[in-house]
Each structure stands twice: as C-alpha cells, then as structure tokens.
C-alpha cells in the first residue's frame, strides 16, 4: 500500500503486533526505544555521510541505494511508532501542534529561502 492509502493509525498497528508477537513490550522502555531510534538515525546518516548536497539528492536515482535508505528510514519511522505507541502520543495531532509552533517561530515572509535567523536579516 502507498502512503496515500496508508493511515498512521495502520502504521502503529503494524508496529504494535509485530512487538506484542515477540514480547518485546518488557524492553520497550521510552529510554531504549528512543536509543534506538537515534541508533538507526545514524545508520541513515551513514548512506550520506562523506558525499555532496548534490550526491545525495541522485540516490533517489539508484534503486540498490535507494533500497537501502528506505531499510533504514523504515527502522527509524518503526521506532518513532514504537514510542508513540509506549508512551500514546497522537503523533498527527502533536506533529500538527509542532508545525504551528514552527510556522510560528519562522514566519515564510522572512525565513523564505533561507535557514537561520543570521541569514534572515
């Protein structure tokens, strides 16, 4: 199924099951899961690390490549659920509050086109 197609809420579920069928809900602890995830987030990095802005927007570009950062992507989007799931955060609801609080905090009129507040002046 497409992300079109899936909910979130299908998501977790995935998630959920495949935790409880093992009984690894006694080593889900929010301090581990959220280990983990940083764990795997390095794993993606390590796919860009040492090659250029330009480089690593044609992986995309490369199937076998490709294959591997979704692997890996997966894994953290998996621990992501994981904890939400643990801790029962509405991850929609509290990433729609977070993008408020950004829109917020870099208003597009000055932060468009740019990154940081030292290069919005």
């Excluded at 643990?86 to 000055?110: C, F, H, W």
Aim: proline fraction near 3%; charged fraction near 30%.
């Amino acid at each position: 199924m497409s992300d079109e197609k899936t909910t979130l809420g299908e998501l977790r579920t995935i998630v959920r099951q495949f935790v409880e069928a093992r009984d690894w809900q006694q080593f889900h602890s929010p301090k581990n899961l959220s280990m983990a995830l940083a764990i795997e987030a390095a794993e993606l990095m390590e796919h860009f690390q040492w090659i250029s802005t330009d480089a690593s927007r044609r992986i995309g570009q490369q199937p076998e490549k490709l294959t591997q950062v979704g692997e890996e992507l997966a894994d953290v989007v998996c621990y992501a659920l994981a904890i939400a799931n643990e801790l029962g955060i509405d991850v929609s609801q509290t990433l729609r509050d977070k993008m408020k609080k950004n829109e917020a905090k870099y208003p597009a009129a000055e932060y468009r086109g740019r990154y940081g507040p030292e290069d919005a002046g």
